[in-house]
């Protein structure tokens, strides 16, 4: 009777013996597959994180611009306190600026943002040059005196140069007429106002005159398709230099030049 009972029991605690160790087979066949799910999601990120660092790496030696902020420091400084209006093609705010400059400030060099909608050059000491999409960008400064400038921008697009000029003086920014800031402004030089039909002409075939900032004293303006008219006009090319003490642009040569 005895034999009876205790076999019905023991084999109830063999099968309670068997699931326990499928379940604890099961549990650690789960915890397994997770550390290998983990493990790879885990070499993946890395993959990954080491493929953009690679990017990145290439991206810098690339388009890296080294730019010494002590050297470029009062044109720099300026930038951060332009009104947004002198950009008034694209949008480039004082925020923005100011962490572009501290970026150079703190490393001596920039990049271009990664959609590459612009391209930042430092091409002389006292202008910044930045291609805009299908246009670009100038920032000129003209030395009066120390922490004293002439400022210009000129934001060029396809139907032509948007000005303005300001004065800065010890941190601050005070707006100019872009006309004021020559002693005679190009197209009272390049034409005679009392010749009515070269005026018509001017204003109904006007075309965009090109700037050019040259160096830290000098701006050389030309319109070279004014050559088809040469009898109307003075001179297609302007060549102006910055006198501080009037702070204004002389005139210092007019002439034909071809293209």
Same mark, same amino acid.
């Given at each position: 009777?005895?034999? *009876? ?15 326990? /160790? *499928?379940?604890?087979?099961?549990? +650690? ?9 983990? /493990? ?6 890395a993959k990954d994180t080491l493929k ?26 300026? *930038? ?5 209006? #002198?950009? %008034? /093609? ?6 923005? $600026?100011?962490? +572009? ?12 943002? $990664? #959609?590459?909608? #612009?391209?930042? /050059?430092?091409?002389? &000491? ?18 009066? $005196? &120390? ?10 697009? %396809? ?18 007429? +872009? ?28 075309? %965009? ?8 004293k000098k701006i050389h303006i030309t319109? #070279?398709? *004014? ?7 003075? %001179? ?24």
């Open positions: 009777m005895k034999d *009876l009972i205790m076999k019905p029991l023991f084999k109830s605690i063999l099968i309670k013996q068997l699931m326990l /160790s *499928l379940l604890v087979l099961f549990l +650690f066949s789960c915890k397994k597959n997770e550390e290998k799910s983990d /493990s790879k999601i885990s070499n993946e990120k953009t660092e690679e990017e990145n790496e290439g991206f810098e030696k690339q388009d890296t611009l080294k730019i010494n902020y002590l050297e470029h420091k009062n044109l720099l400084d300026i *930038l951060t306190i332009l009104p947004d209006s #002198s950009m %008034g /093609s694209w949008e480039w705010n004082k925020m923005e $600026r100011v962490e +572009f400059v501290k970026k150079i400030q703190k490393n001596n060099y920039t990049m271009p943002p $990664r #959609s590459r909608f #612009s391209t930042i /050059s430092l091409i002389q &000491p006292n202008t910044l040059s930045i291609q805009v999409v299908d246009g670009y960008w100038v920032l000129s400064i003209y030395k009066v $005196r &120390p922490n004293n400038y002439i400022v210009i921008t000129d934001d060029v697009v %396809g139907d032509g140069n948007q000005f303005m000029a300001f004065e800065y003086l010890n941190g601050e920014l005070k707006y100019i007429p +872009f006309k004021n800031i020559f002693d005679h402004f190009l197209t009272t030089l390049i034409i005679d106002p009392n010749d009515e039909k070269c005026v018509e002409f001017f204003e109904d075939n006007y075309i %965009g005159f090109e700037y050019d900032f040259v160096g830290t319109n #070279s398709l *004014l050559e088809e008219s040469k009898s109307c006009f003075k %001179g297609n090319t302007l060549d102006y230099e910055f006198n501080p003490v009037i702070k204004k642009f002389e005139l210092v040569n007019t002439e034909y030049v071809k293209p």
